[in-house]
C-alpha cells in the first residue's frame, strides 16, 4: 500500500510540474501559470479538510476497500 501511494504522489507531482512548465513555455503568462497552479491546489485545500474528518469516521476497511456487499 505504501508503495502504491509512493508512486501515485510521485507521478502526480512530476504531471503537475510538467503541466506547469508546458504552460510557461507556451504562454510566457503569469496569470496562466497562476491558474494553472490554483485548480491544481484548490480542490485539495478545499476538500482535504473534509475528507479527512469522514474518513476518520468510516471503518478502515471501508476506507481502505470500499463497501462490499456480503
Known amino acids: 500500500m505504501w508503495g502504491g501511494e509512493l508512486v501515485s504522489v510521485l507521478t ?3 504531471l503537475q510540474m510538467g503541466l506547469v512548465w508546458h504552460i ?5 503568462s503569469a496569470s496562466m501559470l497562476s491558474l494553472a497552479s490554483l485548480a491544481g491546489f ?20 471501508v476506507t481502505l476497500v470500499g463497501p462490499t456487499s456480503s
Open 12 to 14: 502526480s507531482s512530476i
Open 24 to 28: 510557461t513555455l507556451t504562454t510566457n
Open 42 to 61: 484548490l480542490p485539495l485545500a478545499l476538500f482535504g479538510t473534509f475528507a479527512g474528518a469522514i474518513v476518520d469516521r468510516l471503518p478502515l476497511r
